[in-house]
């Protein structure tokens, strides 16, 4: 049985200011049903039964003209009993991304227990609005426990693509294992996007967490310039109005390696700073110039709206993506927002690195942060961070590679040891939270990151000091970029001709750094058992080759209780 629910309810997942976490009363586990027991009642937030009673599939065969799903459908941010369902519907041709055209229109949905939609589990409708640019989204409830489950979607008398989702284990599961793809840092103009392609081949995966720079918004010919663009932006000019940044995202969901992702896995997301502009922060980015782009706040609040009208994101509180997701008992995942709360970027020699003023999280956040840490019962803590938290100093870089380090990762041409858009630029939030794990023994803590388009396996230090070498209070693995620039790319030579020397000397003076690969582009897959955390580390054979091939490059895992990095020989699959 459901329920119709009007519009302003069913654009609501929580009222505003609410806690940004899915927690156990939160998760609808009375309603859930776990594998051989009765089915309850579903219940449905954000779409209800109408008229749907007559299949899709049977509609659709009727179908000779009428409104089209071109940019594909997608799902996210699973719960034990529950899954958000997206997509686009284009109802008339004229009804393009960004332009405001087009009638509201009524599109039915549907997830089933089986790819040939025989045993259909829940159904509804909801109203795709030219004001939220003919996106809809369907928060679904009342599905079983750790359950595949496909879904599609219907407006008319036309049939979307259908789509595999998955839901989370129970809250009370101790699950063998869990298995997570992770990526980051997609520019459209360096390349395609092949690693979405190789997750989606993958039929072993619970969801894929995307960690940032979903899209860039750079004008095109920009980064990287115009002789090594691999293919041209849409729209081609600096993103800057909310019709800006729905066209961007439109040209990234009609992307068939995108598309294939989406259809393949729940995708769990959260933003970094090109979501916005280069180098964003609360009252500004180093990419946006006020006097001739606008109102940062205006154009802030453009790029928010569209990230939410066109990914699969469920928010709790508005206006961010910080929130939590339980996977059993084996593991919590704490999604963070380094970019909506954070002080502007310091400039290096005022001191203001280590202001007690200055914060990349927002004092909520870190509360938050820190509180869900405590209060977690899960073998892991696993912690989505867009920005590197591990620190890491350049001092004994040669100059010849410190250069293009200097220009790649916004350091001081003076060379001095700190990135200031990670956390490196906000040591005293660092120092609360890393002092929090110890201060509390929380054990296992695991950070989840991207942005630096590089591979890293690290040790996270209590102190930031590297010799002599600080005890470690947590791991961390950082994956590569998916096609934006590293190194060698940023000065076009061969792979290997900076990064040899600048590798080894990075990890000279930073120790708690054990494995770091500045060449490749691809992705990783997280899988974790009871005993330990593995980040297998795959990496595509040329991102400007849309058949690109992918390989495994290495594997480090933390056995559990250790806080400690270690190799090992050979990914889990």
Same mark, same amino acid.
């Given at each position: 049985?459901?329920?119709?629910?009007? /519009?302003?309810?069913?654009?609501?997942?929580?009222?505003?200011?609410?806690?940004?976490?899915?927690?156990?009363?939160?998760?609808?586990?009375?309603?859930?049903?776990?594998?051989?027991?009765?089915?309850?009642?579903?219940?449905?937030?954000?779409?209800?039964?109408?008229?749907?009673?007559?299949?899709?599939?049977?509609?659709?065969?009727?179908?000779?003209?009428? %409104? =089209?799903?071109?940019?594909?459908?997608?799902?996210?941010?699973?719960?034990?009993?529950?899954?958000?369902? &997206?997509?686009?519907?284009?109802?008339?041709?004229?009804?393009?991304?960004?332009? *405001?055209?087009?009638?509201?229109?009524?599109?039915?949905?549907?997830?089933?227990?089986? =790819?040939?939609?025989?045993?259909?589990?829940?159904?509804?409708?909801?109203?795709?609005?030219?004001?939220?640019?003919?996106?809809?989204?369907?928060?679904?409830?009342?599905?079983?426990?750790?359950?595949?489950? &496909?879904?599609?979607?219907?407006?008319?008398?036309?049939?979307? %693509?259908?789509?595999?989702?998955?839901?989370? %284990?129970?809250?009370?599961?101790?699950?063998? $294992?869990?298995?997570?793809?992770?990526?980051?840092?997609?520019?459209?103009?360096? *390349?395609?996007?092949?690693?979405?392609?190789?997750?989606?081949?993958?039929?072993?995966?619970?969801?894929?967490?995307?960690? *940032?720079?979903?899209?860039?918004?750079?004008?095109?010919?920009?980064?990287?310039?115009?002789?090594?663009?691999? /293919?041209?932006?849409?729209?081609?000019?600096?993103?800057?109005?909310?019709?800006?940044?729905?066209?961007?995202?439109?040209?990234?969901?009609?992307?068939?390696?995108?598309?294939? +992702?989406?259809?393949?896995?729940?995708?769990?997301?959260?933003?970094?700073?090109?979501?916005?502009?280069?180098?964003?922060?609360?009252? #500004?980015?180093?990419?946006?110039?006020?006097?001739?782009?606008? @109102?940062?706040?205006?154009?802030?609040? =453009?790029?928010?709206?569209?990230?939410?009208? &066109?990914?699969?994101?469920?928010?709790?509180?508005?206006?961010?993506?910080? /929130?939590?997701?339980?996977?059993?008992?084996?593991?919590?995942?704490? +999604?963070?927002? +380094?970019?909506?709360?954070?002080?502007?970027?310091?400039?290096?020699?005022?001191?203001?690195?280590?202001?007690?003023? /200055?914060?990349?999280?927002?004092?909520?956040?870190?509360?938050?942060?820190?509180? #869900?840490?405590?209060?977690?019962?899960?073998?892991?803590?696993?912690?989505?961070?867009?920005?590197?938290?591990?620190?890491?100093?350049?001092?004994?870089?040669?100059?010849?590679?410190? =250069?293009?380090?200097?220009?790649?990762?916004? +350091? %001081?041409?003076?060379?001095?040891?700190?990135?200031? !858009?990670?956390?490196?630029?906000?040591?005293?939030?660092?120092?609360?939270?890393?002092?929090?794990?110890?201060?509390?023994?929380?054990?296992?803590?695991?950070?989840?990151?991207?942005?630096?388009?590089?591979?890293?396996?690290?040790?996270?230090?209590?102190?930031?000091?590297?010799?002599?070498?600080?005890?470690?209070?947590?791991?961390?693995?950082?994956?590569?970029?998916?096609?934006? @620039?590293?190194?060698?790319?940023?000065?076009?030579?061969?792979?290997?001709?900076?990064?040899?020397?600048?590798?080894?000397?990075?990890?000279?003076?930073?120790?708690?750094?054990? &494995?770091?690969?500045? !060449?490749?582009? $691809?992705?990783?897959?997280?899988?974790?058992?009871?005993?330990?955390?593995?980040?297998?580390?795959?990496?595509?054979?040329?991102?400007?080759?849309?058949?690109?091939?992918?390989?495994?490059?290495?594997?480090?895992?933390?056995?559990?209780?250790?806080?400690?990095?270690?190799?090992?020989?050979?990914?889990?699959?």
């Amino acid at each position: 049985m459901t329920r119709r629910l009007d /519009r302003s309810e069913s654009d609501r997942t929580g009222p505003a200011g609410s806690e940004p976490a899915l927690d156990d009363g939160d998760l609808g586990e009375g309603d859930s049903a776990g594998p051989g027991r009765p089915r309850r009642r579903t219940l449905v937030k954000a779409a209800a039964i109408g008229t749907a009673a007559v299949p899709l599939a049977a509609a659709a065969a009727r179908a000779t003209a009428g %409104p =089209a799903f071109l940019h594909g459908v997608a799902s996210g941010d699973p719960l034990p009993d529950g899954i958000l369902l &997206w997509t686009r519907v284009t109802p008339v041709p004229e009804a393009a991304p960004g332009s *405001g055209r087009g009638p509201d229109t009524e599109v039915a949905w549907e997830i089933a227990e089986d =790819a040939a939609f025989t045993s259909v589990a829940a159904s509804g409708t909801v109203t795709a609005h030219a004001a939220a640019d003919h996106t809809v989204k369907a928060d679904v409830r009342g599905l079983r426990p750790a359950t595949d489950y &496909w879904y599609r979607f219907r407006a008319g008398d036309t049939l979307s %693509p259908a789509a595999r989702t998955r839901t989370a %284990p129970a809250a009370d599961a101790n699950p063998d $294992g869990l298995r997570f793809g992770v990526v980051s840092c997609a520019n459209w103009e360096a *390349g395609y996007f092949s690693a979405y392609r190789h997750l989606a081949a993958r039929r072993d995966l619970d969801a894929v967490l995307h960690l *940032g720079d979903y899209l860039y918004e750079f004008a095109t010919g920009e980064h990287p310039k115009a002789k090594y663009t691999v /293919r041209p932006h849409e729209p081609a000019h600096e993103i800057t109005t909310l019709a800006d940044y729905r066209v961007r995202h439109a040209a990234h969901k009609a992307d068939a390696d995108v598309r294939a +992702l989406h259809t393949a896995h729940p995708v769990i997301a959260i933003w970094d700073d090109h979501e916005f502009a280069d180098n964003a922060w609360s009252g #500004g980015a180093k990419n946006h110039s006020p006097d001739t782009e606008g @109102d940062w706040q205006t154009r802030q609040a =453009a790029a928010k709206q569209a990230y939410f009208e &066109w990914m699969p994101v469920r928010t709790s509180t508005e206006g961010t993506v910080y /929130r939590r997701l339980r996977f059993g008992r084996l593991a919590d995942l704490h +999604l963070l927002d +380094l970019r909506s709360f954070r002080s502007q970027q310091a400039r290096i020699g005022d001191g203001a690195v280590d202001s007690p003023d /200055r914060t990349i999280t927002g004092r909520a956040q870190l509360d938050w942060l820190k509180a #869900g840490l405590s209060a977690s019962q899960s073998a892991w803590r696993l912690v989505g961070t867009s920005v590197m938290i591990s620190p890491v100093a350049f001092g004994s870089v040669p100059a010849k590679v410190l =250069a293009p380090l200097t220009e790649l990762l916004g +350091l %001081p041409s003076g060379g001095l040891a700190v990135n200031v !858009d990670q956390w490196d630029g906000y040591t005293h939030d660092r120092a609360e939270l890393i002092g929090h794990l110890r201060d509390h023994a929380i054990r296992d803590t695991v950070f989840l990151t991207g942005d630096i388009h590089m591979a890293w396996a690290n040790e996270v230090p209590v102190t930031a000091s590297t010799y002599p070498k600080s005890p470690s209070a947590a791991t961390e693995f950082v994956v590569t970029s998916v096609t934006s @620039d590293n190194v060698d790319d940023f000065l076009h030579v061969p792979a290997g001709t900076v990064s040899t020397v600048a590798e080894a000397a990075i990890r000279a003076a930073n120790r708690h750094v054990k &494995w770091l690969d500045m !060449d490749g582009h $691809g992705y990783g897959v997280l899988d974790l058992t009871a005993a330990r955390a593995q980040m297998d580390y795959f990496l595509v054979s040329d991102r400007g080759d849309p058949d690109a091939t992918s390989s495994w490059a290495r594997s480090y895992r933390t056995p559990r209780g250790t806080q400690q990095m270690e190799r090992a020989e050979a990914p889990v699959a």
